[in-house]
């Protein structure tokens, strides 16, 4: 398992994308949490390795890489980078696990849900259609380890869409963005929406 303590940047899907890559299971940690709320969600999932941004290191875990912002893509993950080396393809197996998505905790601590190749390829199916896509943009309106940026990041990229990414949203931000790529849709939660 790895954990992905990061706020939203390039650096998280590239991250969760490689795991997957690999055959690991990505655990999403929303930067957002308090200290021991994050805490209690590492313990949850028992990763081998946290990716966590400046600050937001956890004691406890014997392997933590601190990743900064990349100022392009090149310097993006570089200190984790093998050069030369292609990993193994992976065999199709519907039931490899991919990802642990934690619930919201509202009526507790949160549970981890473990999603597999089964679930995003049929989230991705249902969201594409199947097919290839044109483009066109959207907004990142959550934390990347939330469900929705999680289980159709497939599908995004197979739309061939734009993410743009806000540090923090606010809803002038999020309205700005829609009208100067005039989205024809987006995402978010209810409270987002209706404050926009």
């Known amino acids: 398992v790895l954990a992905l303590i990061l706020p939203p940047s390039p650096e998280y899907p590239v991250a969760y994308l490689a795991a997957a890559k690999l055959g ?7 930067d957002c949490l ?25 004691d406890g875990v014997s392997s933590v890489e601190t990743v900064t912002p990349a100022d392009g893509p090149n310097a993006m993950l570089q200190e984790l980078r093998a050069t030369d080396e292609t990993p193994p393809a992976l065999a199709d197996e519907p039931d490899r696990p991919i990802a642990i998505v934690f619930t919201s905790g509202t009526t ?10 089964r679930q995003l390829a049929f989230i991705t199916r249902v969201d594409t259609g199947g097919r290839w896509g044109p483009g066109g943009h959207t907004i990142g309106g959550t934390s990347l380890a939330h469900l929705g940026p999680t289980t159709k990041l497939p599908g995004n990229l197979m739309r061939g869409a734009t993410t743009h990414l806000l540090s923090r949203w606010t809803a002038a931000a ?5 009208a100067r790529h005039r989205m024809a849709g987006i995402g978010g939660i209810p409270t987002q929406i209706a404050l926009m």
Do not use: C, D
């Open 174 to 178: 999020a309205i700005e963005l829609v």
């Open 34 to 58: 308090t200290t021991a709320e994050r805490n209690a969600l590492l313990e949850t999932a028992a990763p081998r390795l946290v990716l966590a941004a400046p600050g937001l290191e956890p």
């Open 108 to 117: 507790g601590l949160p549970k981890g849900a473990l999603y597999r190749n």
């Open 24 to 30: 690991a299971i990505t655990a999403g940690v929303n």
